[in-house]
């Protein structure tokens, strides 16, 4: 089961007293710059088709791949809000049929330009290079969704819940986790507690619950009432968590055969170290 990172990027921030994600940057450079730093971990890069010209991808995706041994991966986003397409002076395309025709040409052209720039690479250079086309995954919600998932990404990027482990087959799925870990469990309570209850920017959270309503009142409410999720992980599933219970989580993943298990991590100064500390007693690097 690999374990990755994912560099997300946005161009707004959600206002607040912390203005969440009011500079992130696009997310290319900060992959680079893991996978320079990393040997084992694939990094999965957040492309959006409106802010990339799939040919560009295509041969920043056989360079890296080349230089970082084949862990340079993408996390396919579509989009659906309005103002995000034209900040990038792009048309809107305001059904999910749209972005998914437009992704499935743009998916194509990369794929291309990507095979090309790789032989380009190894014949030029005079490369040794088993090159492996970079995996890509999709969030995919509606009907059009799900079969472009099907047919062009190498897993259903999803969340699933800590009830479905137990109970399903997860082979063809990836999914992300938010895990607050700490070596005791009353360690990592406390920190859930001061993080997302004491200490929250509320206002950011509920502006992003907003944002993702479309406008629907119905989903507004509903949103709100998962505000928690929102605050932890953008809605992904949270992991509180002693290292014993982490421990026994991944291995369940990996039992009910999870194609790829992606981390949130609210910190990295004691989170990062205790998942890292799991992944290599476990012995699954090889």
């Known amino acids: ?9 946005r161009w707004k921030g959600y206002s607040g007293e912390r203005d969440t994600a009011a500079d992130s940057i696009e997310s290319i450079s900060l ?3 893991l996978l320079s730093r990393t040997k084992f971990i694939k990094i999965f890069s957040t492309i959006t088709t409106f802010a990339y010209e799939p040919e560009l991808i295509g041969h920043i995706s056989a360079r890296l791949n080349y230089e970082f041994n084949n862990r340079f991966a993408i996390n396919l ?3 659906w809000k309005k103002d995000e397409y ?7 395309l ?5 972005v998914y025709e437009y992704a499935a040409n743009w998916t194509e052209r990369f794929r291309h330009a990507e095979q090309s720039h790789a032989k380009t690479l190894t014949k030029l250079l005079d490369l040794d290079f088993d090159f492996k086309r970079s995996e890509l995954i999709c969030a995919a919600f509606s009907m059009e969704g799900r079969k472009f998932a099907q047919k062009y990404s190498d ?3 999803t969340t699933i819940a800590k009830s479905q482990i137990n109970k399903s087959n997860l082979s063809n799925l990836s999914s992300a986790v938010t895990i607050f870990v700490r070596k005791e469990l009353s360690e990592a309570k406390d920190y859930y507690n001061d993080l997302l209850i004491k200490n929250c920017d509320n206002l950011s959270a509920k502006n992003f619950c907003n944002e993702l309503s479309d406008n629907d009142r119905l989903k507004s409410i509903l949103n709100l009432k998962n505000i928690h999720l929102v605050k932890s992980g953008a809605g992904i ?4 968590t002693d290292y014993a219970g982490l421990k ?6 990996k039992e009910k055969k999870l194609k790829t298990l992606l981390f949130a991590l609210p910190d990295y100064e004691k989170s990062l170290e205790l998942l890292l500390k799991a992944i290599t007693e476990l012995n699954l690097y090889n």
């Open 94 to 98: 305001d059904s999910s049929k749209s």
């Open 31 to 33: 992959t680079s710059l």
């Open 77 to 79: 986003v579509g989009g």
């Open 248 to 253: 026994e989580f991944i291995l369940k993943c």
């Open 155 to 157: 897993s259903l990027f």
């Open 1 to 9: 089961i690999p374990f990755v990172f994912v560099p997300i990027s």
């Open 237 to 240: 599933e949270e992991i509180i």
């Open 86 to 92: 034209l900040f990038f002076r792009k048309p809107f």
